[in-house]
């Protein structure tokens, strides 16, 4: 079965940083691509950042555009997502999803299976 395991959450300053990774196994990892998304206690669940299967396109929300970057290392079977300029309005579980047949997948239902999710908590 497809299993989606997150990692490099913590807690963080303002303006500081901090690289999360994503681990998939269970399918085909560079047939597909991936996304992060990232839900606060209260809210709903926010598209972040969405990745191509080679990694040469990538779309990011609004609210995180200049500051986080994802990237993927397909022999590793790896999805990463690096989080600059930390703000508190930032901290909340962080999200990896997949498969998704489209980079410019931004919605919950067009990825087929999450991980547990990694905590960002930033400290103001």
């Known amino acids: 079965q497809v299993q989606l395991v997150e990692s490099g959450g913590g807690l963080v300053q303002a303006g500081g940083s901090l690289r999360l990774s994503c681990t998939a196994s269970?399918?085909?990892?560079?047939?597909?691509?991936m996304g992060w998304f990232r839900q606060a206690p209260g809210k709903e669940r926010e598209f972040i950042a969405g990745?191509?299967?080679?990694?040469?396109?990538?779309n990011y929300g609004d609210s995180v555009k200049g500051r986080f970057t994802i990237s993927r290392d397909n022999a590793k079977n790896t999805v990463y997502l690096q989080v600059n300029s930390l703000k508190p309005e930032d901290t909340a579980v962080y999200y990896c999803?997949?498969?998704?047949?489209?980079?410019?997948?931004?919605?919950?239902?067009?990825?087929?299976?999450w991980g547990q999710g990694t905590q960002v908590t930033v400290s103001s």
């Open positions: 999803a997949g498969p998704s047949t489209s980079w410019l997948s931004t919605t919950v239902y067009e990825y087929t299976y």
């Open positions: 269970g399918l085909t990892f560079s047939n597909y691509a």
């Open positions: 990745i191509s299967r080679g990694g040469r396109s990538t």
